[in-house]
């Protein structure tokens, strides 16, 4: 699949960010345990099972779309020179920590996927966004709470969850993603696909 990316018909400023998909049976395993989770009215904004992905970079709220095309070239460039490659999802927990929950994660392993998340970064800098100013921890966001003590029916199923092995991502592609904010949630749409390179056969 060769990438392209055309701003016609986006507006003039979009929420973006930039991620790798997670395929369609990692993800409805997530979603199932989501749902063990999920309780009638707890309150928690649990993420929907199409929205699960793996953030590498965050670009704005409001992105000037005449700069993407840019960006996505020099993306095109790390996709071509990075193998494709997997990623075990296992374990899970929450940020900052139990007492002070915020959000609900599952952790994530691969020594190339912190390669990746540095090149991004790197090259988004390059392009003149933002830099980030905590340091990559690989995750993926399954729940956002309102208040800490919403966690606490939750521990017990975390605490045991610590070495739960989830499945593995093969990550082929880098995504640019437009987020569409909305009282109903968030949708993404993909603006950008770029391939990774095949594997090297020994």
Not at 3 to 24: Q, T, V, W
Not at 49 to 63: C, V, W
Not at 113 to 134: D, H, Q, Y
Request: net charge positive.
């Amino acid at each position: 699949m060769a990438a392209s990316f055309s701003p016609a018909n986006l507006p003039d400023k979009i929420r973006a960010f930039i991620a790798l998909d997670l395929g369609e049976e990692l993800r409805a395993a997530i979603d199932r345990w989501i749902g063990d989770l999920r309780g009638p009215r707890d309150g928690i904004g649990w993420v929907r099972a199409a929205n699960l992905h793996l953030t590498l970079k965050f670009l704005g709220e409001a992105i000037d779309t005449t700069r993407l095309a840019g960006l996505v070239e020099a993306l095109k460039q790390i996709a071509a020179a990075t193998s494709s490659f997997g990623i075990r999802v296992h374990g899970a927990g929450v940020f900052p920590n139990p007492g002070r929950a915020r959000i609900l994660w599952i952790g994530l392993d691969s020594s190339e996927l912190i390669t990746i998340a540095r090149r991004v970064e790197e090259i988004c800098v390059r392009c003149g966004f933002a830099p980030e100013r905590r340091s990559f921890a690989a995750h993926l966001t399954i729940g956002r709470l309102r208040e800490p003590r919403q966690f606490e029916p939750l521990r017990p199923a975390f605490e045991s969850a610590a070495g739960r092995d989830f499945g593995v991502i093969q990550a082929r592609e880098i995504k640019l993603y437009r987020s569409v904010l909305s009282p109903a949630g968030a949708a993404y749409h993909t603006i950008a696909t770029l391939p990774l390179a095949a594997p090297a056969r020994g």
